[in-house]
């Protein structure tokens, strides 16, 4: 009964890594729509819209040589699922006088799948 318990639990353990690199590849697919405004990466640099490495519990407006709004920097947001998920499916809701234009993600699936994909760069680019 014992090791019946342990393998139970290793399969739903390996399932769930599964379900999550899944997340991570769809997430990466989704990322090709922020990819014009947006890069994640080690060699990553502001372009029209900041760089997205280091998002997980990164305060709002924060990175340095990007010219935030000031409804962006005063947002008072910490970036984690829960805020981005909310934020990506209409930004300029979520921060009314952001400058970010860009329709949305609605579909919460893809969303979430986005944040797998990019809480996974810490601060200095590299995957975590």
Known sequence: MKLAFV???AIAAL???TAWAQDVAAGEQS???CLPCHAVGPDAKNKV???LNGLDGRQ???IEGYSYSDANKNSGIVWDETQFVDYIKDPRAKIKGTKMIFP????ETEAKSLWAYLKQFGPD???K
């Open 7 to 9: 393998m139970a639990a």
């Open 15 to 17: 399932s769930a890594q």
């Open 31 to 33: 990322f090709k729509k």
């Open 49 to 51: 819209g900041p760089v």
């Open 60 to 62: 709002s407006g924060s």
């Open 104 to 107: 949305g993600i609605k579909n």
């Open 125 to 127: 680019g590299k995957t």
